[in-house]
């Protein structure tokens, strides 16, 4: 199922997609193994987040979460707090324009 055009977060529409953003997120730690994924999937679903994580090959977790800035930037924060299951050393994030690539959040 795509999105439906005319949605409030169609950047064809202008709307609230202006205020949409993505956040591409490496965490390094004890990541893996412990959970991390499913809570973080928990809390970008709470804050109405789309997108996914995901454990890469290195041991690190990959984060892409989409959605208003102020939820984006409050997962951020999660990730960098110590309310995460594991242990989170490091997080490396990039932020750009969201793309509607996800129509909810997954793990895998």
Do not use: C
């Not at 949605?7 to 959970?35: C, E, I, N, Y």
């Not at 924060?77 to 242990?87: F, M, N, V, Y």
């Not at 990039?94 to 509607?100: I, N, Q």
């Amino acid at each position: 199922m795509g999105r439906h055009a005319g949605s409030p977060h169609d950047p064809a529409r202008g709307g609230s997609a202006q205020d949409t953003v993505r956040l591409d997120a490496k965490v390094f730690g004890m990541v893996q193994g412990v959970g991390f994924r499913y809570w973080t999937m928990g809390t970008a679903e709470e804050l109405g987040l789309s997108g996914e994580v995901s454990n890469l090959d290195d041991g690190s977790v990959r984060v892409i979460a989409e959605g208003a800035e102020p939820q984006v930037k409050k997962l951020l924060d999660w990730l960098k707090s110590d309310r995460t299951p594991g242990r989170v050393e490091r997080v490396e994030s990039d932020f750009s324009a969201a793309r509607g690539t996800f129509n909810r959040f997954r793990a895998h």
